[in-house]
């Protein structure tokens, strides 16, 4: 069965203090892995695409990357603006249907 | 550029009542599109997905249905709405590059 499991669940960090989030998935054929943010209340924010292993992308301080079983979303130096939930999603089937995990919540406190 | 319109962002409905739900995008042509539930402490949940005029696929068996009169409308609705129903609704339209999502409606059933 096609799963996506982002970790840890929460993490706050002070401003400054770089991390990285994760996001594990088994799917049949990966066609694509996407990185949401989504602020309280609104709707998901598109940040990255990635294709294939060994894929980068970067953003201001935010920098994805992928392997063959998970990727991982790099923060650095963030700053309070940065506090939302990350979502990764993983793309299956020739509809192009997206497979949501539950989401990393960021807090970044000043 | 494509921009993606739902409302109402907010809705208190009674148990066993209707619901209606709209979506309309502009600036495509023949987008596929998606219905998603975002429960408290789930991940997003797709409901249906649509890939043209009057074609709905349904990922899980509940109680709501949806419609696509017309290319770029996508309704989703119900009969008789459960307190199981609550959350928070969005509409997106997709492409292999990635996913734009509405702004949601948040639907409490009381």
């Known amino acids: 069965e096609d799963q996506v499991t982002q970790s840890p669940e929460a993490l706050r960090l002070q401003e400054g203090e770089s991390s990285s989030l994760n996001c594990s998935y088994t799917?049949?054929?990966?066609?694509?892995l996407f990185w949401y943010r989504q602020d309280p209340g609104k709707g998901p924010e598109f940040l990255f695409t990635l294709y294939s292993a060994g894929e980068e992308k970067e953003k201001e301080r935010l920098k994805a990357t992928l392997t063959k079983k998970e990727s991982f979303l790099h923060i650095t130096a963030p700053k309070p603006e940065d506090s939302a939930t990350y979502l990764c999603?993983?793309?299956?089937?020739?509809?192009?249907?997206?497979?949501f995990g539950k989401g990393t919540k960021l807090s970044v406190k000043p | 550029s494509q921009t993606i319109h739902q409302w109402p962002a907010t809705l208190v409905q009674p148990v066993g009542s209707p619901l209606s739900l709209e979506c309309t995008v502009e600036?495509?042509?023949?987008?596929?599109l998606y219905w998603y539930r975002q429960a408290a402490g789930r991940g997003l949940q797709l409901l249906f997905y649509?890939?043209?005029?009057?074609?709905i696929s349904s990922e899980v068996p509940q109680n709501l249905s949806a419609s696509r009169p017309q290319d770029r409308q996508f309704i989703l609705s119900s009969k008789k709405l459960l307190l199981s129903d609550s959350g928070f609704y969005l509409c997106a339209w997709g492409a292999n590059y990635g996913y734009t999502f509405g702004s949601g409606t948040r639907l409490t059933v009381v």
């Open positions: 799917v049949s054929g990966l066609r694509g």
């Open positions: 999603a993983v793309l299956r089937g020739s509809q192009g249907n997206l497979i």
């Open positions: 649509s890939v043209g005029i009057g074609q």
């Open positions: 600036g495509t042509s023949n987008p596929n």
